[in-house]
């Protein structure tokens, strides 16, 4: 009897342990509070220098990671009254809208749950909102598909014909929350970057290692807690990684909190010029002096999985 009871202690034990270590391993981003007006046109106003960007980077369908030219990206986001703003911008080397299938088109996802409930299935609080650039129609799931959907102003922005930017307004009170936004309040949040290069799905980036599960697992959103400012915040430590001096003549120095695993430098076409596999420290140099004047993607491969991406320039 004693053994059974000692196996169900160590088995509530370890089911702790392992909801304590997901709880951990999700994002967590400070958003802050930004009083100017934009306009939402796709295009990020002057405002949006304030706000930190957030790499998307985690693979969660599609085989074989992205270079940083087939898909990549970030978002940025701010609030202010009972308001959130997001802008999300994602670099991709084709734009692909015809799909019959609306989710396996180019595009970007943006989930919430607005009073942060981190429950398992949707409720009302909860949304999954679809935007296709050339589209004015969202798409997604929204209180169980059941709750008519507010006005949510949004304007995506096509670049040089395949890279894009979304802003999109979301009024937090209409989508359920009971309580006004103020310093301190959490909100569930995800940003995924859909890849579709014309021949089905090929890639999607999530901010949060989701496992492709938010779409009806609200508990697999990542977090954002509003803040005052973010002027105070390092932001080396927020991307747990530093790169430096960017421009460069030629060296480069990698710092990170983590340990590096991998490091690859590609061209602005997406061409693999570089790569360093198993450097397993925090600290890497590298010297890019042979190469010519431009700007340069690098993927650096954390030991915790996650990836990073930064552009580099070389003077």
């Not at 019959?100 to 609080?125: A, M, P």
């Not at 004015?136 to 922005?157: H, M, Q, S, V």
């Not at 397993?280 to 690098?298: A, C, D, K």
Request: with cysteine.
């Amino acid at each position: 009897m004693k053994k059974k009871i000692k196996k169900i202690y160590v088995l509530i034990f370890t089911l702790i342990l392992f909801s304590t270590l997901s709880l951990i391993a999700q994002e967590y981003a400070k958003i802050p509070h930004i009083s100017d007006k934009i306009v939402i046109d796709g295009i990020a106003d002057d405002a949006w220098n304030n706000a930190l960007e957030h790499q998307i980077t985690y693979l969660i369908d599609g085989t074989g990671y992205p270079s940083p030219s087939d898909l990549s990206g970030y978002f940025k986001a701010f609030w202010n009254n009972d308001t959130l703003y997001v802008l999300v911008h994602a670099v991709d080397n084709i734009l692909y809208t015809s799909d019959s299938t609306v989710y396996y088109n180019d595009g970007f996802e943006i989930y919430l749950d607005v009073v942060n409930l981190k429950d398992t299935v949707f409720n009302d609080s909860c949304y999954q909102f679809r935007f296709i650039p050339g589209s004015t129609e969202i798409t997604g799931r929204w209180g169980f598909d059941y709750k008519p959907l507010p006005a949510i102003d949004f304007a995506i922005n096509v670049e040089g014909g395949s890279n894009r930017t979304i802003e999109a307004v979301f009024p937090i009170m209409q989508l359920g929350r009971k309580t006004h936004l103020a310093i301190g309040a959490k909100i569930g949040f995800e940003v995924e970057l859909l890849d579709n290069d014309g021949s089905g799905r090929n890639h999607v980036l999530s901010w949060n290692n989701n496992q492709h599960m938010a779409w009806y697992n609200p508990s697999k959103m990542g977090t954002i807690e509003l803040v005052e400012s973010t002027s105070g915040i390092d932001n080396k430590q927020i991307q747990d990684i530093s790169v430096t001096p960017n421009p460069t003549s030629g060296d480069i120095i990698v710092k990170s909190l983590i340990s590096i695993n991998e490091i690859s430098i590609y061209s602005i076409q997406g061409q693999l010029l570089y790569k360093k596999t198993g450097t397993q420290t925090t600290e890497f140099s590298l010297n890019i002096s042979g190469y010519q004047t431009g700007m340069y993607l690098m993927k650096v491969k954390l030991a915790n999985n996650k990836y990073l991406n930064y552009k580099i320039s070389k003077k």
